[in-house]
């Protein structure tokens, strides 16, 4: 069973996800050749203040 993560910085819709779930599914269902009810997804959604880059809080870019 193909296990994905994807971790956004913010927060993203119902629909938004709805659209991701869908699309990453149909990719991993293709391209590994598994059932689409074989792939479990997690989308965590972080805080723009817990996320740095280059030393700078992404919140403050």
Same mark, same amino acid.
């Given at each position: 069973? $193909? ?10 819709? !119902?629909?938004? !996800? ?16 598994? $059932? ?5 997804l997690f ?18 870019m």
């Amino acid at each position: 069973m $193909p296990y994905v993560s994807i971790r956004v910085a913010g927060t993203l819709t !119902k629909e938004q !996800k709805q659209k991701i779930a869908k699309g990453v599914t149909e990719v991993i269902s293709e391209a590994a050749n598994k $059932p689409k009810d074989s792939i479990l997804l997690f989308i965590d959604e972080e805080s723009r203040d817990n996320i740095a880059k280059g030393g700078v809080l992404i919140e403050d870019m």
